[in-house]
């Protein structure tokens, strides 16, 4: 029986960000599942677009990338999402998924980054590996991407529970709750004296590089600075770090281990 590993990211197209996030997620997930031939999907339509139209490199989506499974004779499809919370990304996955269940013998698809509590202590240890040493009045900001789907909670969430554990950092959301503003209180309140700028995406896209560390005015580095507050941009997706591509790898692993339990 034909064999596929399919693995679904938001994208990007920014060539670099791709190769050092996206690339080394795929390779680390084919590697640990060599009797399985690799695919890729990206859910963002506008990526896939501009991606063709000025590279001429053509991306599935996970429709197009499920319809070339079943046409290619693939029988036992494992899909693992390198998105990071359940939200309309994921969703969209999901969704395909369901319409394509009759088309395959085995269709499994691993969860998200944060999907269970476990997940979030587990993100804090992989956090805490990538921070470089910080002073008493030093915090890590890390820049989620925010979501208008009730998922968007998994920002304060993750931030309450560094919170809780006097982890030295913040969470805020681009597009939702926790706001910059809300961060920056919080920051003033501590008194810290300066931050150091991460993204929480899995590449370092359009977000990180325009809303987190650039010189415009309505920056998160702008905004911090014209508080009087140092700022430090690193510029590194989540997919950079080893011990987050292992938790893709787990997920997966997870989600074919309950898939096969529920057949026996």
Known sequence: MKKA????????????TRQKNIDVCEQQLAA??????LYRAFTSEMIIRKLKKRDGLQVDNPRQALERLVNEGYQDVAIQSLHVINGD???KIVSEVRTFSDHFQRLVVGTPLLNSFADYQQLLIA???????????????FMGHGASHHAFSAYACLDHLMNSHNFPALVGAVESYPEIDHIIIRLRRQAIRKVHLMPLMLVAGDHAINDMASDEPDSWRSQLEAVGI??????????????IREMFVQHLADALQAEQQEVV
Not at 5 to 16: A, D, K, N
Request: aromatic share 10%.
């Open 5 to 16: 590993l399919l693995i679904i990211s938001f994208g990007t197209s920014y060539h670099q």
């Open 32 to 37: 640990a599942y060599r009797d399985r031939d």
């Open 89 to 91: 990304e994921y969703e």
């Open 127 to 141: 956090l805490k590996s990538q921070m470089p040493p910080l002073a008493e009045d030093e915090r890590v900001v």
């Open 230 to 243: 140092k700022t430090q941009s690193w510029l590194q997706g989540l997919g950079e770090n080893p011990l």
